[in-house]
C-alpha cells in the first residue's frame, strides 16, 4: 500500500487520516458490482484510511442488481488481510428519534460487518467508526435536541457500538450548524464548500470551517465538485472559466481547516486523478484568489438549480408520483443554456422521450425538505411546465 497522501488531524477524535478520503455514494452507480470491488481496492491500495457511506447510499446498477454501498465497504474491508491501520468509516442514518436512531444504526453495523465494541473490526480489520446523522437541517435538529437521540448517541459511543458522532449539514442550515458544533457533542462534521459556493466557509457571516476547526471538530469536505453529477450543467459553464475538476479539488485541499476532502469517484480513473491531484502542490494565496475571481464570474449562474445529486430521492419519491428531479434536472439545463444562448432543442426530445409530465403534481411541498438546496420544486415544475410541455 502507498501512504503518499498527506495526512491531517480529524478534530477531536486524534486521528490522522488522509487529506484525501472516498466518498462511497456513488458506487451505486457503477456498471457492475466487480468494479465498484475494483474501485475500493484501489482506494485501499492508495493508503486512502478514510471512507465515508451512508445507510441510504443505495439502488440499483446497471444490470438491475440493488447496490448497498454500506454491504460493498464492508465486504471489500473484510477480505483484506495487507491493511496496516484501522481504516476509519463514516456511516450515516436518519435516525432523529431514539427509536428510529437504534433502528438505522444496527441495520449499519449488520450491513457493514462491524464486530465487537469499542475496538471495532470488519473481518480480521481494526476500524474507526463515525456514526452521522444524516442531512441535519432545521426540523431535524429541533427534532434532536427534543427527542433524547443525542443522548442515546452519547451512550452508544460510551458502549463502545461507535467510537465518534458527527453529523453532515448543507448550505441553508449555518445556523443548525454552528448550534451543533456548540454543543460539543459532535467530533467531526461533514459539510460542503467549494469554489463556487464558499458561503460555509470564508464567505459566510461565520466561517464554519475555521469554527469547527478551532472547536477542535474534524472537518469533512462534501460536493468539492459542486454537486457530484452536475456535468451537463457544467460543460455548459466550463468554457467560461479555466477552472477545471483538479482546480476545485485543489482548492478545497488548499483549505487549511479542512481534515479532508470526499471525493466520490465513480471509476478508478476518476479517482487516480484525484490522487494525482492529492499528491501535487497546493494552490498558492495568489492562485486561490484568482480562482475565487473567476468563479464567481458564473456562480450567480449555479443558484437555484437542479444539481442531479438525487439526494431528494435517497428516502423519499413523490406520493403523485412525480419525477421531480428529473423535471427539475432539465429545467435548470434550460434556464442556464438560455442564458448562455446555448441550443437547447435537445433537452425538449429528451423531456419527451423521458415520459416527464408535470400534471400530477398538486404543490402538497411534501418534496421540499428533501432537497439539500433547498430548490422552491413545485414552483420550478410550473415553471417547466410552460417551458416543455406548450411547444
Ligand atoms: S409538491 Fe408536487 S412534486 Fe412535490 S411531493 Fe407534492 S406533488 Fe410531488
Ligand atoms: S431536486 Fe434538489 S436534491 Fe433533488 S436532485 Fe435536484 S438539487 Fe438534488
Redesign the pocket.
Known amino acids: 500500500m502507498k501512504s503518499g497522501i498527506n495526512r491531517r488531524r480529524l478534530g477531536k477524535t486524534g486521528l490522522y487520516v488522509t487529506e484525501l478520503s472516498f466518498g462511497a455514494m456513488n458506487l451505486r452507480l457503477m456498471n457492475f458490482i466487480e468494479e465498484s470491488y475494483e474501485l475500493l481496492d484501489y482506494v485501499l491500495d492508495q493508503g486512502i484510511n478514510l471512507i465515508d457511506t451512508a445507510r441510504t447510499y443505495n439502488g440499483e446498477n446497471k444490470q438491475g442488481q440493488m447496490v448497498e454501498s454500506e454491504v460493498l465497504v464492508g465486504n471489500a474491508i473484510r477480505r483484506r488481510t495487507d491493511l496496516k491501520e484501522p481504516i476509519v468509516i463514516i456511516t450515516k442514518g436518519h435516525g432523529y428519534v431514539p427509536e428510529d436512531y437504534k433502528t438505522d444504526l444496527f441495520e449499519s453495523l449488520s450491513k457493514l460487518g462491524v464486530e465487537g465494541k469499542g475496538s471495532l473490526k470488519i473481518g480480521g480489520n481494526d476500524i474507526k467508526l463515525v456514526y452521522f446523522f444524516h442531512g441535519l437541517n432545521d426540523t431535524r435538529w429541533k427534532t434532536m435536541k427534543e427527542s433524547g437521540v443525542l443522548d442515546l448517541a452519547q451512550e452508544s459511543k460510551k458502549e463502545g457500538l461507535i467510537n465518534y458522532i458527527g453529523f453532515s449539514s448543507h448550505y441553508a442550515n449555518a445556523a443548525e450548524i454552528k448550534e451543533a458544533l456548540d454543543t460539543g457533542i459532535f467530533d467531526v462534521a461533514e459539510l460542503p464548500y467549494n469554489i463556487f459556493n464558499r458561503s460555509l466557509g470564508e464567505d459566510g457571516a461565520i466561517n464554519l470551517l475555521e469554527y469547527a476547526y478551532n472547536k477542535d471538530v474534524g472537518i469533512v469536505n462534501m460536493k468539492a465538485f459542486n ?1 457530484t453529477i452536475m456535468v451537463p450543467i457544467y460543460k455548459m459553464l466550463k468554457d467560461m472559466i479555466s477552472i477545471d475538476y483538479p482546480t476545485m479539488l485543489n482548492f478545497c485541499l488548499s483549505n487549511p481547516f479542512i481534515s479532508t476532502v470526499d471525493a466520490g469517484a465513480k471509476s478508478v480513473e476518476e479517482f487516480r486523478q484525484d490522487i494525482e491531484t492529492a499528491l501535487g502542490n497546493r494552490l498558492s494565496i495568489r492562485e486561490i484568489e484568482k480562482y475565487k475571481s473567476e468563479a464567481d464570474v458564473i456562480a450567480a449562474d449555479m443558484d437555484g ?9 435517497e428516502k423519499f419519491s413523490c406520493p403523485q408520483g412525480v419525477d ?2 428529473g423535471v ?2 432539465l429545467y ?1 439545463r434550460y434556464t442556464v443554456g438560455e442564458k448562455l444562448n446555448k441550443d437547447t432543442s435537445e433537452l425538449f426530445k429528451l423531456y419527451t422521450d423521458k415520459g416527464l409530465r408535470v400534471e400530477d403534481c398538486i404543490e402538497c411541498g411534501l ?1 421540499l425538505e ?6 422552491d ?1 413545485p414552483d420550478m415544475l410550473k415553471k417547466a411546465r410552460d417551458i416543455f410541455e406548450t411547444v
Open positions: 454537486g438549480i437542479c444539481r442531479e445529486c438525487m439526494h431528494c430521492l421531480f428531479p427539475l434536472s435548470s418534496c428533501w432537497c439539500e438546496y433547498k430548490l420544486i
